[in-house]
């Protein structure tokens, strides 16, 4: 049986290829950091690493390592268990209140993935005659979470307050019990932030609840790195965040919902991502509290990522690159076609600076893109390498 279904998977592998939409996995020697090693799948050696996620450089931060290491000791690798059976430790109801506080919210669950997190949210608490509203731009994983609800399903133009309200409007038409709006805090091809005072002042006119993606933000957007409630004044009237310990949080693994505490409490008990799948292993957890710690104590880390990013996007402007607007640490390179971006990041490489091109379908036809993204952990000798690097790939490209 197998035989024809694996010709059928190779056509289809052949048609991603001749699409240009294959996604080659890039093997790394080394811990993620700013500078990393690379062992297979492109330029082998020392590069500069400008497409992680790895905001703050806490994904090998000395402290941050050292936590880990004390909680392997402590409280042992895993937990082999769910949280409701007998997977929870004291670090993880430490962690769940850490979050709270630090977000503003009055609870906080916790996942294995953000992926799960949005997963487990919708359906637990929207129904047939309910309402939900996602940003267009909304990541796969919100849009999948909705999916899996049985409520009405409603979308408005990226960041576009009148389509919202219209949205609303047409979920109360249809007398919709419960309309939840959701958005990412940050929209991570565009680094475009969502309007949360506006989105907040059209659900209290509206009546309905406010739920934020804020993976790309938390613990460097906003004056305490609160994420985009903060930033907008906004977190007393933000129901719902959801979240991502594996970008700016330490780069590991893991996920949560910080939100109203009833909304916490439904989700322990009706939530299938976190009743069906193992806890969140007790080193991350442990590993998050050092980072919430080192948030906390200093602003060291944010500043210097807002000056590298600041830095680049002036550099890149200035040698006559095409950038979207914008102050967040992710700075799209608009390229246009999806050919000429992937061969411009391969001539990046090949320079030593590791980036990644985006194209179809992951962002709109004719917007093919370099996705630059900056840390902490780069310095400014890192950031002025690589705009150079982008000038000598594009006089080769353009030859």
């Not at 093997?27 to 703050?56: D, H, K």
């Not at 402590?74 to 962690?95: D, N, P």
């Not at 442990?286 to 906390?296: P, R």
């Amino acid at each position: 049986m197998f035989d024809s279904v694996r010709d059928d998977l190779r056509a289809t592998l052949d048609e991603i290829r001749a699409a240009g939409l294959h996604k080659p996995e890039r093997v790394i020697g080394t811990p993620q950091s700013a500078t990393v090693n690379v062992t297979a799948g492109g330029r082998p050696g020392e590069v500069l690493n400008f497409c992680a996620n790895n905001y703050l450089g806490l994904a090998d931060h000395p402290e941050v390592v050292a936590a880990a290491h004390e909680a392997l000791d402590r409280w042992g690798y895993g937990m082999a268990s769910v949280r409701f059976i007998c997977g929870t430790q004291e670090v993880h109801k430490e962690l769940e209140a850490r979050l709270s506080a630090f977000l503003g919210q009055e609870d906080t669950i916790l996942y294995s993935s953000c992926f799960d997190a949005n997963g487990g949210v919708f359906e637990t608490l929207l129904g047939p005659e309910d309402a939900v509203i996602s940003d267009a731009l909304n990541h796969a994983s919100i849009i999948d979470g909705i999916r899996l609800s049985k409520a009405r399903r409603l979308r408005y133009a990226n960041r576009d307050m009148a389509d919202l309200e219209r949205q609303l409007k047409e979920a109360a038409e249809g007398c919709a019990r419960r309309t939840l709006i959701v958005t990412d805090g940050v929209f991570s091809m565009d680094g475009y932030v969502a309007p949360l005072d506006e989105i907040c002042d059209l659900a209290d006119r509206h009546g309905a609840m406010v739920m934020v993606d804020d993976s790309h933000a938390v613990g460097f957007v906003g004056p305490g790195g609160r994420g985009t409630p903060e930033l907008h004044g906004v977190m007393d009237r933000v129901d719902i965040v959801t979240g991502t310990l594996g970008k700016a949080l330490g780069g590991a693994s893991g996920g949560y919902v910080a939100a109203r505490a009833e909304i916490v409490a439904l989700l322990r008990q009706r939530s299938r991502p976190y009743l069906f799948s193992n806890t969140l292993a007790p080193v991350i957890a442990a590993a998050s509290l050092k980072v919430l710690d080192l948030l906390e104590s200093a602003d060291d880390l944010r500043v210097r990522l807002a000056e590298n990013t600041a830095l680049f996007r002036r550099r890149m402007t200035e040698e006559g690159f095409d950038i979207l607007p914008g102050d967040h640490a992710i700075a799209p390179v608009m390229i246009g076609d999806a050919s000429k971006a992937g061969r411009m990041a391969e001539l990046l490489l090949e320079r030593g600076v590791y980036v990644i091109g985006f194209s179809y379908p992951v962002v709109p036809q004719g917007q093919a893109r370099i996705r630059v993204q900056l840390s902490a952990a780069h310095s400014t000798e890192d950031v002025d390498r690589a705009v150079d690097a982008f000038v000598a790939a594009r006089a080769e490209l353009d030859a």
